[in-house]
Nanobody, 123 residues
Framework: VQLVESGGGLVQAGGSLRLSCAAS????????MAWYRQAPGKQRELVAH????????NYADSVKGRFTISRDNRKNTMYLQMNSLKPEDTAVYYC?????????????????WGQGTQVTVSS
C-alpha cells in the first residue's frame, strides 16, 4: 500500500490549506488513518486521527477548532482542512495508515507512511 500526500505550500498566517492523502495498491482496507507533522529540530507529533466507519476523530490540542480531518473511503483518500494557520504550524506533514492488505490471497497487516508535504506559514 502506498500513500501520496499533496496540497502543501506557502501561506500567510490566518490562511487555509487542504492536504490530501491518497492510498493505492493491491486489495486492501484501511482502518485508522492519521496526520502527523514534524517541524525542524522537533519530534514527529500526531496532529489528527480518524478511524474507519463511522469515522471517529481526535485532534492535538494545538489544532482543535482549526483543523478538520476527514476521509472518503470510496476514493481511499484522507483530507486535512487547515484553517487559521499559524507560523507554528510550519512543518512537514505526513499521513499514516494502518489496515490489512491481501497479497496472494493472504492477509497482511500494514502500517505505512507517505513521503510528506511541506507546509510553511509566514507571519
Amino acid at each position: 500500500v502506498q500513500l501520496v500526500e499533496s496540497g502543501g505550500g506557502l501561506v500567510q498566517a490566518g490562511g487555509s490549506l487542504r492536504l490530501s492523502c491518497a492510498a493505492s495498491g493491491s486489495t486492501f482496507s484501511t482502518n485508522a488513518m492519521a496526520w502527523y507533522r514534524q517541524a525542524p529540530g522537533k519530534q514527529r507529533e500526531l496532529v489528527a486521527h480518524i478511524t474507519s466507519a463511522p469515522g471517529s476523530t481526535n485532534y492535538a490540542d494545538s489544532v482543535k477548532g482549526r483543523f478538520t480531518i476527514s476521509r472518503d473511503n470510496r476514493k481511499n483518500t484522507m483530507y486535512l482542512q487547515m484553517n487559521s494557520l499559524k507560523p507554528e504550524d510550519t512543518a512537514v506533514y505526513y499521513c499514516n495508515a494502518e489496515g490489512v492488505a491481501v497479497v496472494a490471497g493472504i492477509p497482511h497487516a500494514f502500517n505505512t507512511w507517505g513521503q510528506g508535504t511541506q507546509v510553511t506559514v509566514s507571519s
